[in-house]
């Protein structure tokens, strides 16, 4: 069956939501935010009655976003990865985002930005792939044997990151230094970002919280903004009541001021949210 392709456009801009997979959270829902009541859980449910099964579990969707316009496209994260990446220890891989772009028309060779919201790596799995060399007929090697390189897996684009997050990749995951970050600098592709950056469609926005260097994308065209979330919201509870605490925010009170600041311009202009872990891919603020 071929992947659907959601996509929503604002004024010349086409946002399209890249799915990757999805499956169960790694622990209870109620754990991940213990402040949340009974009449919050059964309103986010009514919101987003996909985010749960008939276990009661926490259903996710792993997504990333192609942000295309005249200007350029953007790749916003990178999804779980293939069956080796980092992620493989707790979520559904190997992902389906190479396919989820052939279905959308995009080459990964022609996208010439990615942005990447943080560094977990449930959203930076495809971002720099394996990529298995020649077999081997001297030196060292047995013959016939295989060596490995990593390389990005968009060639051509420029990998963005805020460098707080880079900052603290030893915290988050030291493993990506190896994986991610150090081919990226080899092959000349990593950008660090130092707060609010313009890029060639919409601008990054530091969302601090969720992690130190958190990133979120906003793009504004013909009257209405999309707000590309990463994990500025991993749920509806979220959206319904942001005040509520993820446990697994590095500073829960900065998430919060985040989360605040950015759904506060849905009151000036219709803002539509790109969520990666929504059952839907696009919702209304």
């Known amino acids: 069956m071929p992947l659907s392709v959601p996509r929503l456009r604002i004024g010349s ?7 990757d997979g999805e499956g169960p959270f790694f622990s209870p829902r109620a754990e991940a935010f213990p402040e949340a009541t009974p009449a919050q859980w059964a309103e986010a449910d009514r919101y ?39 992620a493989a220890s707790w979520a559904p891989v ?6 989820s772009l052939a279905a959308a028309g995009i080459d990964p060779a022609e996208v010439d930005t990615v942005v990447l919201t943080h560094l977990h790596t449930d ?19 047995s013959p ?4 490995s390189s ?54 990054a926005i530091a969302t601090p919280g969720h992690t130190p260097g958190h990133q979120s994308v906003l793009v504004a065209d013909g009257g209405e903004l999309v707000l590309v979330t990463g994990d500025l919201l991993v749920h509806a509870l979220q959206l ?19 989360r605040e600041r950015m759904l506060r311009r849905a009151t000036a202009t219709p803002l539509h949210l790109a969520t990666p872990h929504l059952t839907e891919p696009f919702n209304p603020a």
């Open 48 to 86: 987003d009655p996909g985010a749960v099964d008939a276990e009661g579990r926490w259903w996710l969707q792993f997504r990333a976003y192609a942000i295309r316009s005249d200007k350029g496209l953007t790749v916003v994260d990178a999804g779980i990865g293939p069956a080796d990446s980092p």
């Open 240 to 258: 319904l009541h942001p005040e509520l605490t993820y446990a697994h925010e590095i500073d829960p009170e900065a998430a919060r001021h985040s």
């Open 123 to 141: 959203h930076v799995g495809w971002a720099v792939v394996t990529e298995e060399a020649a077999p081997s007929t001297g030196g060292n090697a």
């Open 13 to 19: 801009t086409e946002i399209i939501a890249l799915t």
């Open 94 to 99: 190997p992902g389906t985002l190479p396919e």
């Open 144 to 147: 016939g044997s295989t060596t």
């Open 150 to 203: 990593r390389r990005p897996y968009f060639p051509n684009a420029e990998y963005l990151l805020q460098r707080a997050e880079f900052d603290a990749l030893d915290m988050l995951n030291p493993q990506l230094r190896e994986t991610l970050t150090d081919p990226l600098t080899a092959a000349g592709r990593l950008r660090l970002l130092d707060g609010d950056t313009p890029l060639r469609t919409g601008h």
